[in-house]
């Protein structure tokens, strides 16, 4: 009888390897999808701040724009309004 428990106990351990051996195997595969991802989401922010520049930087423009186009107007004559 305990060779037969040797041979259950063999087994038993020989399919618990393959398992925790397919569970690496999950792991890394996550290891590195979080990894691919954290890297799209340095370049996600960098393209995100550059942006957020660029549309401050066209808002600081139309707002002089405007102010420059109502100065304009103000000294236009009364006729021409």
Do not use: C, V, W
């Amino acid at each position: 009888m305990a060779l037969l428990t040797h041979f259950n106990s063999l087994n038993y351990s020989e399919g618990m390897e393959a398992q925790l051996i397919a569970l690496e195997k999950k792991i890394k595969q996550l290891i590195s999808l979080i990894e691919s991802a954290q890297e799209k989401n340095k370049g996600l922010e960098t393209r995100l701040a550059s942006s957020e520049a660029h549309l401050s930087k066209l808002q600081s423009n139309m707002k002089e724009a405007s102010l420059r186009l109502e100065k304009m107007m103000r000294q236009l004559p009364e006729d021409n309004r």
